[in-house]
């Protein structure tokens, strides 16, 4: 599994983990060390993450009372931005051989990846919603 946040000005560390996830080690290893911090250094952030069962644990959920949080509805359509990050990520993905050259080629475009971008998706998100809206929770062009 990867794990990434981005924020208008800032990206955090990017986060691979082998094995399985659990709600407990979501909070030991990524929330505690890695979310916790990056939304202290951001004041005024908001988190907002969707509704995998790591998400909405309860364990999960009791750590980040401390954060605001974006409330994400079940069934909503995918509008989080950093889906179009990963989205981005995949295309440029090189072939890979290994875990391990595998884990090197997305840490390097992870930490090459162009704020301007970020900030572009960060940026339509009042055209996203709309057209979401205005197309009934349906497909857009987005």
């Known amino acids: 599994m990867v794990?990434?946040?981005?924020?208008?000005?800032?990206?955090?560390?990017?986060?691979?983990?082998?094995?399985?996830l659990t709600g407990q080690r979501y909070v030991d290893d990524?929330?505690?060390?890695?979310?916790?911090?990056?939304?202290?250094?951001?004041?005024?952030?908001i988190l907002q993450q969707g509704n995998t069962r790591l998400h909405t644990a309860r364990v999960a959920q009791d750590f980040l009372r401390h954060f605001q949080t974006l409330p994400w509805p079940a069934r909503s359509p995918d509008l989080s931005p950093v889906e179009y990050v990963w989205d981005q990520l995949k295309w440029q993905m090189p072939s890979c051989h290994s875990v391990h050259d595998l884990e090197m080629a997305v840490q390097d475009l992870w930490a090459h990846l162009p704020q301007d971008n970020i900030r572009?998706?960060?940026?339509?998100?009042?055209?996203?919603?709309?057209?979401?809206?205005?197309?009934?929770?349906?497909?857009?062009?987005?």
Do not use: E, K
């Open 30 to 45: 990524i929330l505690q060390p890695h979310v916790g911090p990056f939304l202290n250094g951001l004041p005024g952030a």
């Open 3 to 20: 794990w990434g946040a981005i924020a208008y000005d800032s990206q955090s560390t990017l986060i691979v983990m082998l094995g399985t």
């Open 120 to 142: 572009c998706l960060i940026n339509s998100m009042p055209d996203r919603v709309a057209a979401c809206i205005a197309a009934g929770g349906g497909p857009t062009r987005y």
